[in-house]
Nanobody, 121 residues
Framework: QVQLAESGGGLVQQGGSLRLTCSGSGSIFRFNAMGWYRQTPGRQRELVATLTGAGVAWYGDSVKGRFTISKDAAKNTAFLQMDNLQPEDTAVYFC???????????????WGQGTQVTVSW
C-alpha cells in the first residue's frame, strides 16, 4: 500500500520561505502524477500544485509565481518550495498521488498527517 509522509512545515514570517518534502514508499513518483494540497479548519482541501509523471507542473492562482513543485523520483520524494509566504498560506499541507478524472484531479492514496505551515505578520 502506498504510504506518504509530509515534512518541512513550521512557523515563518511573512515573506519567508519553506521547503516541504513528501516521502513516498516505492517508486511511486516515477510515473504517477502527484499533487500538494492544503487545508484550513472548516474548509475543504485545496489543490495548490500538481506535477505529472512527465514533469509538467500546474499551480493554483493563489500560489502561482511563489511556489515550485518538483520531485526526485530516484529518492521517492517530492517537494514544494514556497517563497514569499503570506499569512493566507497558513494551513496544513498534504501530498498525494492524483489522477485526472472527468475534468478534475482526484487524490488516489491514503492521506498522511500533513505538515503545518504557519505564516505570521
Amino acid at each position: 500500500q502506498v504510504q506518504l509522509a509530509e515534512s518541512g512545515g513550521g512557523l515563518v514570517q511573512q515573506g519567508g520561505s519553506l521547503r516541504l518534502t513528501c516521502s513516498g514508499s516505492g517508486s511511486i513518483f516515477r510515473f504517477n502524477a502527484m499533487g500538494w494540497y492544503r487545508q484550513t479548519p472548516g474548509r475543504q482541501r485545496e489543490l495548490v500544485a500538481t506535477l505529472t509523471g512527465a514533469g509538467v507542473a500546474w499551480y493554483g492562482d493563489s500560489v502561482k509565481g511563489r511556489f515550485t513543485i518538483s520531485k526526485d523520483a530516484a529518492k521517492n520524494t517530492a517537494f514544494l518550495q514556497m517563497d514569499n509566504l503570506q499569512p493566507e498560506d497558513t494551513a496544513v499541507y498534504f501530498c498525494n498521488l492524483i489522477r485526472w478524472w472527468q475534468n478534475d484531479y482526484l487524490a488516489q492514496g491514503p492521506w498522511g498527517q500533513g505538515t503545518q505551515v504557519t505564516v505570521s505578520w
